[in-house]
């Protein structure tokens, strides 16, 4: 086939049809939302989607993924965040970021608070930006159908310069790839610049693009075992902030923001 048919019938392919029905992606995890006496779910992660994830280093971002994956593997734990995943999912992490030993303490922490091992988690911190992409796709490729939901943390490690437009493009179309290909959700989490709280990089403009959802998390004044998290930029209806507050035993616990807790210090 001539390069010319073959632009031609991906065109064709791409085209939209008016008519034809296309169903919206179920979404596997929601946040709860009052309305009146009753609440609302406001879908924020769908099948064949991305998300990002943003905060200032420390500001509780381990903590609050940590939650986000026991609300997916135990649907009862949490009030705020709600799974819309099948039972019994799979969900997997990449953890290019902390030692073996803080990345097994987070891996405890949540097998203790889902009361699940229903997942995988790996430690990625000694390899290559190339490697890791390999190691992923190699891991989708051997679980396709049993992973609804994989977290990236962090993903500008799976760049060798954040700021190279090129190697940006080609990452952002490779997670969207593997979105769409294995049918997951994908969150990524990236640092914020600490002069305009955006996202570090051209990897962070790029990935705040495509994502469905853009959450961001950070520190809540002067408790430094509290943080706020809010909807930075949603392609649906927005939610309310709410607040994740670490407990003396280190455990997340998600409250609304105008809920008076008290408030450990650890």
């Known amino acids: 086939m001539d390069k010319l048919t073959a632009l031609t019938n991906k065109l ?7 008519s034809k029905v296309i169903q919206k992606a179920p979404s596997i995890l929601s946040v709860a939302q ?26 509780k971002k381990t903590f609050f993924t940590s939650s986000i994956a026991v609300s997916i593997l135990n649907p ?13 999912t799979t969900i997997a992490i990449f953890d290019t970021e902390q030692s073996a030993y803080h990345a097994q303490k987070t891996n405890q922490r949540i097998e203790y608070m889902a009361g699940s091992n229903n997942f995988y988690y790996f430690a990625f911190r ?6 890791r992409k390999e190691l992923i796709e ?22 060798y310069d954040f700021n190279d437009l090129k190697e940006c493009s080609e990452l952002v179309q490779w997670i969207m790839h593997i979105t769409k290909e294995y049918n997951i959700h994908c969150s990524c989490i990236l640092h914020e610049n600490a002069s305009d ?6 990897i962070g403009t790029m990935l705040a693009q495509k994502a469905e959802t853009v959450l961001k998390i950070e520190k809540h004044g002067t408790e430094h075992n509290r943080s706020t998290i809010s909807a930075n930029d949603t392609r649906g209806l927005q939610f309310a902030p709410f607040d994740i507050v670490i407990d ?8 609304e923001m105008l809920e008076k807790k008290k408030v450990f210090v650890i």
Not at 35 to 46: D, K, N
Not at 76 to 88: E, W
Not at 197 to 202: C, D, I, L, P, Y
């Open 138 to 159: 190699h891991f989708l490729k051997g679980h396709k159908g049993s992973i609804s939901y994989i977290l990236i943390d962090g993903i500008v490690d799976l760049l």
């Open 197 to 202: 709280g955006k996202a570090r990089g051209h």
């Open 126 to 131: 000694d390899s290559t930006p190339t490697e």
């Open 248 to 255: 003396n035993n280190g455990i997340p616990e998600l409250v």
């Open 76 to 88: 009862n734990k949490f009030d705020l965040l709600v799974s819309d995943a099948p039972k019994g």
């Open 34 to 59: 009052r309305s009146g006496t009753s609440s609302i779910h406001i879908p924020i992660f769908s099948l064949g989607d991305l998300s990002l994830i943003q905060g200032r280093q420390k500001s």
């Open 12 to 18: 064709y392919e791409t085209r939209l049809d008016p």
